[in-house]
């Protein structure tokens, strides 16, 4: 079935649960090699929506803390010449503690495999569904930026997570 573009149903406000910027403190980032893909299920009517979320035997997610609303996160439509058109996600963390631990993690996330980060939104939608989103879940994330400097955002190191370009 080819792929139609139709808009198939309304786009509503929901006057209860009205929009709200942000992210809650804390993230979850894993290597993408540790996600069993083979176990990740959607919702049959929405393919947006993940309904089992799994990781190989043995491995785990890894938390990144934060504080207030330092750390964001985007989505944006990239238009495609020769395919469909997908979207490009960017996680920008900061590392509050620039240690000699801290700085080895990022260092390896330099090496050049792929993260997923799962964020929980302020926005959490009616009984809490919208709360959650998977950045990187289909083609990954890269480190492309890590930066600290000692007279900037009190010391700490800026990161950007980012779908790699001509690969969202």
């Not at 403190?25 to 290597?31: A, G, H, I, K, Q």
Request: aromatic share 8%.
């Amino acid at each position: 079935m080819p792929c139609e573009g139709l808009i198939d149903a309304d786009i509503l406000f929901d006057c209860d649960n009205s929009p709200v910027g942000g992210l809650e403190t804390d993230v979850l980032l894993f290597n993408e090699a540790d996600i069993d893909l083979d176990a990740i299920t959607y919702d049959a009517a929405n393919k947006d929506i993940v309904t089992n979320f799994q990781l190989l035997s043995g491995k785990t997610g890894f938390l990144l803390e934060g504080v207030k609303q330092i750390n964001s996160a985007s989505s944006e439509l990239v238009k495609k010449e020769f395919s469909s058109d997908k979207h490009k996600h960017v996680f920008n963390g900061v590392v509050l503690n620039v240690s000699a631990a801290n700085k080895k993690q990022i260092n390896s996330m330099a090496e050049g495999t792929k993260y997923v980060a799962m964020i929980d939104r302020k926005y959490k939608g009616a009984a809490n569904v919208e709360a959650f989103l998977i950045l990187g879940l289909v083609s990954g994330l890269e480190l492309l930026t890590a930066t600290w400097n000692s007279n900037e955002n009190d010391g700490t190191l800026q990161f950007s997570l980012e779908s790699t370009e001509n690969y969202e």
